[in-house]
């Protein structure tokens, strides 16, 4: 079965740091793309980062000089490392999977975890 899970959530203090992690588990496609998003309270959903299946991994201008995300090549754990975190980097943040990893869309996600709540306090 299907299965996207993240953990690392928490709660800090602005500046501060915090690492998340995502394990997919029993999919067809050895390395499927996965991808972290995040939902601010009221707002829609953003985009983060998207790992292929090699590994390679691209992420989102406007946060990827703080958010750093990594996937080893051949393996279904994507980290994200997040630094100097500011009281608008409250949020849930979900790791999602799907496809075959070599061309990952936004829609190429069929399985997303149940998210991981992130708060940042000033």
């Known amino acids: 079965q299907e299965r996207v899970e993240e953990s690392g959530g928490g709660s800090v203090q602005t500046g501060g740091s915090l690492t998340l992690s995502c394990a997919a588990s029993?999919?067809?496609?050895?390395?499927?793309?996965m991808g972290w998003y995040r939902r601010r309270l009221g707002q829609e959903r953003e985009w983060i980062a998207t790992?292929?299946?090699?590994?390679?991994?691209i992420s989102s201008e406007s946060l990827n000089n703080r958010f750093f995300a990594s996937r080893t090549n051949g393996q279904n754990t994507l980290v994200l490392q997040m630094i100097a975190l500011r009281p608008d980097d409250t949020a849930m943040y979900y790791c999602?999977?799907?496809?075959?990893?070599?061309?990952?869309?936004?829609?190429?996600?069929?399985?997303w975890g149940q998210g991981t709540q992130v708060t940042v306090s000033s």
């Open positions: 790992s292929y299946h090699d590994g390679n991994v």
């Open positions: 999602a999977a799907g496809g075959r990893g070599a061309v990952c869309p936004g829609s190429v996600y069929n399985i």
């Open positions: 029993g999919f067809t496609s050895s390395n499927p793309c």
